[in-house]
């Protein structure tokens, strides 16, 4: 049985869920509890504030983890990282009074800043030899400078828009962050070996993220060209219908692209286009 530290509420835990869900692995979410096992599958999941999860995962109280590279990058980068999931972006900014002039960095010299992030921001601050004065709050760090708590705070920031409710405005990216997949440096066989298993899982369902499964129908005298409008995986599939001047062409496509030659396959005669989501791609 392989232990998977998730967190236990808010923005991750939702989209982690779903990901576990698309690859197979349900839990009963009714049953609230810190520990639950998944059906059919050797996984239990342990549900985590987030910034106790690197820990967690490092010190083998779980085997694996899902968290946010902010809190894994905070706590010291001590698991193994096993994937980037590429979900939950956002990132570590500096931000301050929008009303203020920002000129560089010096701007933090001397100043108060307000953040649940100080190993990161201190050792920042220290690369680039600016002395400031760093606040250590747990939540609701962007109230800090209205109040008067401090001067600037550095924060997860995705949208933007909580900034500008607090009436501040980003100045400096310091860390992009996603969500990884965490596992402990040295597992049992058979627990890197479920460990492989819900990677693959992860990986199939990801590779058919933004993927569609085309079929259109293709006058003979065309098929050469819309063919090539189509490359699919390793290239698209050409069946003949009963009627012998047309063909049935079916490939695999990103939405981008789909969008992109639409209106070059309808020119070149293509017909009964259907685009249909594809669940999960295996190689
Ligand atoms: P936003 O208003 O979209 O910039 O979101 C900012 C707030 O949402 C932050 O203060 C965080 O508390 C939270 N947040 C946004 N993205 C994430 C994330 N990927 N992981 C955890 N918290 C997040």
Redo the contacts with the bound molecule.
């Keep these: 049985m392989l232990r998977v530290a998730i967190q236990s509420k808010?923005?991750?835990y939702e989209e982690t869920m779903c990901l576990l869900r698309e690859a197979g692995i349900k839990v009963n979410e009714g049953k609230r509890i810190l520990l639950i096992p998944a059906d059919g599958f050797p996984i239990e999941l342990l549900f985590l504030r987030?910034d106790d999860i690197p820990q967690s995962v490092a010190d083998g109280i779980a085997d694996a983890g899902i968290v946010?590279e902010?809190e894994y990058v905070e706590k010291g980068r001590k698991a193994r990282l096993v994937k980037r999931l590429g979900f939950?972006?956002?990132r570590l900014s500096l931000a301050i009074p929008k009303n203020e002039d920002y000129q560089g960095l010096s701007w933090f010299e001397g100043k108060k800043i307000a953040t649940s992030y100080p190993v990161i921001l201190s050792e920042y601050l220290r690369e680039r030899g600016v002395r400031a004065d760093l606040h250590v709050i747990s939540g609701s760090?962007?109230i800090a400078p209205g109040i008067g708590l401090a001067d600037a705070i550095f924060?997860?920031?995705?949208?933007?828009?909580?900034?500008v409710s607090n009436r501040l405005k980003e100045v400096q990216t310091v860390l992009p962050?996603?969500?990884l997949l965490l596992a402990g440096h040295v597992l049992t066989p058979d627990k890197e070996a479920v460990l492989n298993e819900l990677l693959f899982r992860i990986e199939s369902v990801q590779r058919a993220q933004g993927k569609k499964y085309v079929l259109l129908n293709a006058p003979k005298e065309k098929l050469t060209e819309i063919t090539r409008l189509l490359p699919g995986v390793k290239s698209p599939t050409v069946t003949p219908l009963a009627d012998g001047n047309w063909f049935s062409v079916q490939s695999v496509i990103t939405d981008k692209e789909f969008w992109a030659i639409v209106g070059q396959l309808k020119k070149l005669g293509a017909e009964g286009i259907l685009v249909l989501p594809i669940e999960k791609m295996i190689p």
Excluded: F, P, Q, W
Aim: glycine share 14%; with cysteine.
């Design positions: 808010g923005r991750l987030d946010g902010n939950s972006r956002c760090v962007e924060d997860i920031v995705s949208s933007g828009s909580t900034l962050s996603e969500a």
